[in-house]
């Protein structure tokens, strides 16, 4: 019997051994640092400075605690939340944070684990946003000033974050808006002004067309009346010389201008085949017809039996 008794004793105290072992070791990742507790006191920190290398390391068993942290960039999305702005307006941001445990041992102290951290870098993160945004216009917000804002609210947030153990690797907003609620009475109020900037346009267009179109009636009427002036003035000078013309041509043979006015007249008044004509025979205006030379006058008409009537010439 005393063999199976040292055997299960062997057995026993081998299991024992192999506990405390695994109770005894652990191990801390290239991207981890640790804490080492001794009845909640902190008895080693691994991994932090660079001088502590990532492996294997010895603890007591069942006295020390080990507490590991990320090394890593952790990520912290911020709630969209509607900020008043300087100039009264409203708006909508999403922001979001990336941070790093740069001391684990104020970290354990202050926030203890990631979800208690996260909470409060939202806080500081939140009030530092309404802080800095609310003393800061929308353009200023949106355009002008959004890299030196964002750089003055990541300063705020990491004096804060210090003191939890935490740095502050970078700190955007992803989208600054209008709330849905003032989107519509702004599109209204935009589209308003756009009307009213071109009905003024519009209006300063009317008033210059109707300026340049009076100037051209204007202008146009001054240069027909100086047309008409000036027409006129040919005329009457065309007439000067053309009653100086025939004054001289009849200064010098009355007869041939006399001849010459007299087939004018016959050319103008008996003009068409449909031409009628009620005048004496024994008018001057005829005496051409039967004497070429323009002497004698034109002969009696023919009248009927004892009557004595003038007659009709026609054609």
């Keep these: 019997m005393n063999n199976p008794t040292l055997r299960t004793g062997a057995l026993i105290a081998a299991a024992v051994v192999v506990v405390l072992l695994y109770a005894s070791v652990f191990t801390v990742g290239q991207m981890q640092q640790a804490l080492v507790l001794q009845f909640g006191r902190v008895r080693a920190v691994l991994n932090q400075t660079g001088t502590d290398k990532p492996g294997l390391y010895f603890k007591v068993p069942f006295i020390d605690n080990v507490v590991l942290f990320d090394k890593r960039v952790l990520d912290l999305d911020l709630p969209v939340q509607t900020l008043l702005t300087a100039d009264r307006q409203n708006l909508e941001v ?73 740095e502050i690797v970078d700190l955007r907003m992803t989208r600054v808006d209008l ?15 756009r009307n009213r900037e071109a009905a003024d346009i519009r209006a300063n267009g009317d008033q210059i067309a109707a300026t340049i179109k009076a100037k051209a009636d204007r202008d146009v009427t001054v240069l027909l009346s100086e047309a008409n002036q000036t027409a006129e003035t040919l005329r009457g000078q065309g007439d000067a010389d053309k009653n100086r013309i025939l004054a001289a041509a009849y200064g010098k043979d009355a007869d041939f201008f006399s001849f010459y006015r007299s087939m004018q007249a016959y050319e103008a008044g008996l003009k068409g085949a449909d031409t009628r004509l009620v005048i004496s025979p024994t008018s001057d205006f005829f005496r051409y017809f039967n004497d070429p030379q323009g002497r004698a006058p034109a002969p009696p008409a023919r009248t009927g039996a004892d009557t004595g009537t003038t007659g009709s010439v026609g054609r």
């Design 94 to 166: 999403d922001a979001f944070a990336r941070y790093r445990i740069v001391d684990p041992l104020r970290f354990y102290q202050s926030a203890n684990n990631i979800l208690r951290a996260n909470t409060l870098l939202a806080s500081f993160t939140n009030s530092a946003l309404r802080n800095v945004l609310a003393r800061s216009t929308r353009d200023a917000i949106v355009r002008t000033q959004r890299s030196d804002l964002m750089n003055q609210i990541q300063g705020d947030v990491n004096r804060q974050a210090k003191e939890l153990g935490i």
């Design 179 to 193: 709330p849905a609620q003032n989107s519509t009475a702004v599109y209204r109020r935009m589209t308003t002004e």
